[in-house]
């Protein structure tokens, strides 16, 4: 006869596994609403300030662009049983922090506007690599529409990244005289 020894921790893994899955998902969808929630407070104040340029009017529409986002993330999350919940997320702090630190520390409209295109472009790098790990940890099978609204929302994303880099490449350029 074996003597058949079965390890206790073996039996609960896929559950385990499946509770893993969830809450990094969960903790994704947590950083992505936090993020938007942050530019949403922020974006406003800064649009003030450099009023009257290309950037402000730039500005406003993708304030507008994260609320949207925001608001089709929370449905479709909240239709999987993913609500966002509250939280905090260091990284995405410091990212919108610099955005802040960037409106605040250059001493004219140029230079706040290079500073501040500069500083969300880094955001929608960083919005755009949290869609795609939240794409990653949803499974066709189970989430196809959850995973094809993420992977439009990061499409979004990814065309107001364009629209700053192209935005702050047309402020690098020498002005023509005239």
Known sequence: MLDHKTDRSS???????????????????????FTYRRLL??????????????VAMTLRAQDGMNEMI??????????????????????AEVMVENVRHADRAARTRTDRSAAVLEALIGVRAFLIRA??????????????????????????????????????QQGDRPREAG
Request: charged share 30%; aromatic share 2%; glycine share 4%.
């Open 11 to 33: 039996i609960p893994r896929p559950l385990q596994r499946l509770k893993e899955v969830l809450f990094k998902r969960q903790t994704l969808i947590n950083e992505l609403n």
């Open 41 to 54: 407070r922020l974006l406003p104040a800064i649009i003030k300030r450099v009023e009257g340029e290309p």
């Open 70 to 91: 925001r608001s089709r993330l929370g449905q479709v999350a909240t239709a999987h049983g993913l609500p966002p919940e509250a939280c905090t997320c260091e990284e």
């Open 131 to 168: 869609w795609d790990k939240l794409i990653g940890n949803l499974m066709p099978s189970d989430q196809e529409d959850l995973r094809k609204e993420a992977q439009a929302l990061q499409t979004r994303e990814a065309e107001l990244h364009r629209e700053l880099i192209s935005l702050a």
